[in-house]
């Protein structure tokens, strides 16, 4: 009588992981290039599967009160499937970080330096409802040498499910080991947990989420962390801000897509430029379903604007809300920006080179534009392929992360017997 095997745990799971890793990290460039086109592949292949079990986690989400915005995170159509599997493929055309030299030197004693860059091992992942999340970490972790754990929340479970699972039989296919990508959903909460304990297994965790979330794991894991931030995003309209480009790139920051990090929240108008500015600024907005709220400024220009709070300037809305405040100048609204911004992305528009390159300067936020809409903060847009996530603290990585924020460095030194006097 044949006896089924236990189910894996955690800990057999990350011990597989971090096994896996080793195996990668010798791996050509050929062949994780190899795995990655068989990922696209398999997403592709298995878009029907994708979409019914991504139905199944909307209609669960929608019956347990996930708000507009995780709903759109959460949703994945053929065209969102589509664009996926495109970024994986051009993952493959990027260039693999894994041995690339960062400095070296030969020393007066002839020792011969080399940093180069070399995979962390096995990265943990920790975030909710979005399962596209699950492609774009395993893609960018397999190119740079690293096995990677997953916990993608349980709104999102039946989706990762099968993307894991598509993954995996798509490493396996070039010979790779399947236990290089890993679901841990299976445990929930008690498994985000364990994970954050893992030191020594994971050797660092990403979360992507909510404000709570990341807050969280930053203060609770025992694994280095790579804190990615919530995205309370500006945009300043200076006094010299063009009518036509300050509403092309409000728009676009605010409705293009209201539901992620990079969108806009609180709007930040030159009180020399706001009568000029606000009355067309409100209408567009509004036709396009935005609620707004402001100070009492913006509402003594604005009738039926709805009173800004501090709550308001503090919130991720990741919906159709925006706030706005009338600043006397450059200054006020970097002041502003000091006090509220989670150091995400802020933008200016403006016409003042002098104005622009100041405020590119003094404000302290990991993407800071000039003429440009914020939804360009991504590491799709910035030629990244895809994007682990971004990081709005400052040591290691910072902005949208991509292959090379995915490594570590080490020295090798090379020499001839020397030995120190």
Request: aromatic share 2%; net charge negative; glycine share 8%.
């Amino acid at each position: 009588m044949s006896l089924t095997a236990p189910a894996p745990t955690l800990t057999d799971k990350l011990v597989a992981a971090r096994d896996a890793s080793s195996a990668l990290a010798t791996a050509t460039t050929a062949v994780k290039d190899a795995a990655l086109r068989a990922i696209a592949a398999a997403v592709r292949a298995a878009t029907a599967d994708i979409v019914q079990a991504n139905h199944g986690d909307l209609v669960a989400g929608e019956e347990s009160g996930l708000s507009s915005g995780l709903l759109d995170r959460l949703r994945l159509d053929v065209d969102r499937i589509d664009a996926l599997a495109d970024a994986v493929e051009h993952v493959v055309g990027l260039t693999d970080p894994v041995g690339q030299h960062v400095r070296g030197s030969r020393l007066p004693n002839g020792l011969q330096l080399t940093q180069v860059r070399v995979p962390f091992g096995v990265v943990g992942a920790i975030y909710e409802a979005r399962p596209n999340v699950t492609v774009d970490i395993a893609s960018l972790a397999l190119k740079s040498g690293n096995a990677v754990v997953l916990r993608g929340g349980s709104a999102a479970q039946r989706t990762n499910a099968v993307l894991v699972a598509r993954i995996q039989d798509a490493v396996a296919s070039v010979g790779l080991p399947r236990e290089l990508v890993q679901t841990i959903d299976e445990f929930g909460r008690a498994g985000a947990n364990e994970l954050m304990r893992a030191r020594g297994l994971v050797d660092v965790l990403i979360p992507r989420g909510s404000a709570s979330l990341i807050q969280t794991v930053v203060t609770e894991s025992q694994v280095p962390v790579i804190e990615t931030g919530a995205g309370v995003v500006h945009v300043f309209l200076d006094e010299s801000a063009p009518l036509d480009r300050s509403v092309d790139i409000v728009l676009n920051s605010k409705v293009q897509r209201p539901s992620v990090c990079n969108a806009l929240e609180t709007l930040l108008v030159h009180e020399h430029a706001a009568e000029r500015l606000l009355p067309v600024l409100a209408d567009r907005l509004r036709a396009a379903g935005v609620t707004l709220r402001g100070d009492d400024a913006t509402r003594a220009i604005v009738p039926g604007v709805l009173r800004a709070t501090d709550e308001d300037w503090a919130t991720e809305s990741m919906d159709l809300d925006l706030s706005i405040r009338v600043v006397p100048d450059v200054d006020g609204a970097m002041a502003h920006i000091a006090r509220w911004s989670t150091h995400h992305t802020e933008s200016i528009v403006t016409n003042d080179v002098d104005t622009a390159e100041r405020f590119i300067a003094e404000v302290d936020s990991a993407v800071v534009m000039a003429n440009a809409s914020t939804r360009f903060t991504d590491g799709g847009e910035f030629g990244f392929g895809a994007e682990v996530g971004i990081s709005t603290q400052k040591l290691h990585a910072r902005g949208p992360m991509g292959l090379p924020e995915l490594t570590s460095t080490k020295w090798i030194v090379r020499g001839q017997g020397q030995i120190r006097g």
